[in-house]
């Protein structure tokens, strides 16, 4: 068997397999629902009070937890009650204290004011004696002088009769002065002895306020830890209802699991039993196509699938690359993979060119390996596993490595689900459902991938799909290649051709049975990007949405 009829077998069986794990996959998920649909079948019996007798021990249990599940209830309504209560008392006891509190507070302005009031007249008479007082002595010294002027002989009779009239004035103005301070005195005394009290008052309001302020703080303290044990208490009940509830569900989907057995027509239950036999013919179905799938395998086929394996790992991804890109982008019809054939080899060699000269050697090494057990014994000398062929190639993918790093021109480390889903736009009228993100690794390369699906107007689809290739990323040189091979066509079963979107050259494909179209392209020799969408029209909304994504928030 040569290197091509490998990959077709090989190829062929990856299909078969990738089929059986999307079935087997399908499988669990339909068992996840019959589970579902199984315990609200026993829920709405139980609920519907159809006659469970055949049932007796799971109707015990049931009965049993539900008496239990209607304890904790209760419980829980009390606690939520005392709760309340709690909390009514808190903002009474709060309001009362704020009550009391501004009440005091009140007063305590009322002195206030009296006591500046008192304070300011205070200052004010002190003041006024304080001026007085300067008076006099400006005036005794104005009289000194005076006296002297006048005891000196050069003064003549005029100027000392008119230093006589101001000493006298000085005496007059002396003893209002006098009386006035003396007034003050008594003023400032009188005020003294009123602010006394008022201040006394004052302390004492101060005080009651914090008085009041303190006992709030305890009264409040006791309250909020009382709601706090309350609180706990109700959650420590919720959770053991969340217990019992997923207990519940097991008897519910036990009791389901036996009226389905028995075939009950109740029509209190005729919806719940019609979902339950629909997905029982679902996982029928699905158990069926895979049994024919797993007829399917033969030892040949499972060889040529592990010879592939040997082969892709040796050859580092590139040979694969071209094939799976190809056959992924272009179909996979008998027409095509004669196509696919003609050009491969001829890729496979043009790529070897400008690979390491370790994995180029290596390539040729398997090639000729392969060659030679297709004339001896097709079993001879081929990995057999999956473990077999890492450890031949943990070398092989290291230089990989080395060289992918070479050409980003940095250490690679593998997106995140946040780098990747960076990349990803808003439409305007679309829903973006929930990002699905894997990561895989294998001997030292690692890549990731996110896929998404956008809905918009009239339930149509795109689907978005992101792999960065990572510390692999150096096949991703056989693009170039690719995007030079004469691979255009259309027929009756659609066409596919390169063109170029936004100033990117892509892959753009449409399958008439399907009507599936998809554009594929590369981004900065590391990411593979793929949209998708159903019908031919749609193709458009592919080609503008292009534009529209973040690549240049991809590292």
């Keep these: 068997m040569n290197i091509k009829e490998i990959f077709q077998e090989g190829i062929k069986d990856s299909k078969r397999r990738w089929a059986l794990h999307k079935k087997k996959r399908l499988l669990r998920q339909k068992e996840k629902l019959y589970s579902q649909q199984l315990t609200s079948l026993g ?40 709760k309340q209560e709690t909390e009514d008392k808190r903002k009474q006891e709060n309001d009362s204290f704020e009550s009391r509190k501004k009440e005091v507070e009140d007063k305590k302005k009322e002195v206030d004011f009296q006591l500046d009031k008192e304070k300011k007249a205070l200052k ?21 002088q005076l006296k002297q002027k006048a005891a000196d002989e050069d003064t003549s009779n005029i100027e ?46 101060q005080k009651e306020i914090s008085d009041i302020r303190a006992e709030q703080k305890e009264v409040i303290e006791t309250l909020d830890q009382s ?54 013919k679902d996982m029928a179905d699905i158990k069926n196509k895979i049994d024919n799938l797993d007829k399917a395998e033969t030892s040949a086929s499972r060889r040529s699938f592990y010879t592939m394996i040997g082969l892709i790992i040796a050859s580092v991804i590139v040979i694969i690359l071209v094939i799976i890109l190809l056959s992924t982008l272009f179909g996979g019809d008998e027409a095509q993979n004669t196509e696919i054939e003609s050009t ?12 390491p000269p370790q994995v180029a050697e290596t390539i040729e090494k398997y090639k000729q390996r392969i060659a030679e057990s297709s004339k001896k014994d097709e079993t001879a000398d081929t990995p057999k596993t999956i473990e077999e062929a890492m450890e031949k190639m943990n070398t092989v993918t290291g230089e990989m490595k080395k060289q992918s790093e070479k050409i980003q021109g940095k250490e690679i480390i593998v997106s ?42 009239g339930s149509q689809k795109i689907e978005v799909n992101i792999t960065d290739t990572a510390s692999a990323s150096v096949a991703l040189q056989t693009w170039r290649i690719i995007l030079q091979m004469n691979l255009n066509r259309e027929d009756e079963r659609g066409y596919q051709k390169i063109t170029t979107v936004n100033n990117i050259p892509v892959i753009e494909r449409y399958d008439k049975k399907s009507h599936e179209v998809s554009l594929g392209f590369i981004f900065k020799d590391r990411y593979m990007m793929e949209l998708q969408s159903q019908g031919k029209d749609n193709m458009t909304l592919l080609k503008n949405l292009v534009p529209q994504l973040h690549l240049s928030k991809l590292q």
């Design 227 to 280: 709601l706090a044990e309350t609180r706990g208490k109700i959650n420590e009940c919720n959770n053991k209802l969340k217990e019992l509830n997923k207990e519940q569900d097991v008897y519910f989907e036990q009791l389901g699991e036996k009226l389905a057995i028995a075939g009950v027509g109740d029509e209190a239950v005729s919806e719940e039993f019609a979902d339950v036999r629909g997905t029982e």
């Design 124 to 144: 004010d008479t002190q003041k006024d004696s304080d001026n007085a007082k300067n008076r006099l002595n400006h005036i005794a010294k104005e009289k000194e």
């Design 416 to 457: 995140d689900k946040p780098a990747l889903m960076a990349a990803l736009p808003t439409i305007t009228g679309w829903t973006m459902q929930e990002p699905q993100y894997e990561k895989g690794s294998f001997a030292q390369l690692e890549t990731s991938h996110l896929h998404t699906t956008y809905i918009g107007p």
């Design 344 to 355: 491969t080899p001829q890729a496979v060699s043009e790529v070897q060119k400008n690979l």
């Design 160 to 205: 000392k009769a008119e230093i006589q009239k101001k000493l006298d004035a000085f005496v007059l103005e002396k003893e209002e002065l006098d009386k006035k301070i003396k007034e003050a005195e008594n003023t400032i005394k009188n005020t003294n002895e009123k602010i006394t009290p008022i201040a006394e008052e004052l302390e004492k309001l």
């Design 43 to 82: 829920k709405k019996a139980w609920e519907s009070r159809i006659d469970l007798t055949p049932y007796g021990n799971l109707k015990d249990i049931i009965s049993t937890t539900q008496k239990q599940h209607n304890e904790l209830k209760t419980r829980v309504e009390e606690l939520e009650n005392q």
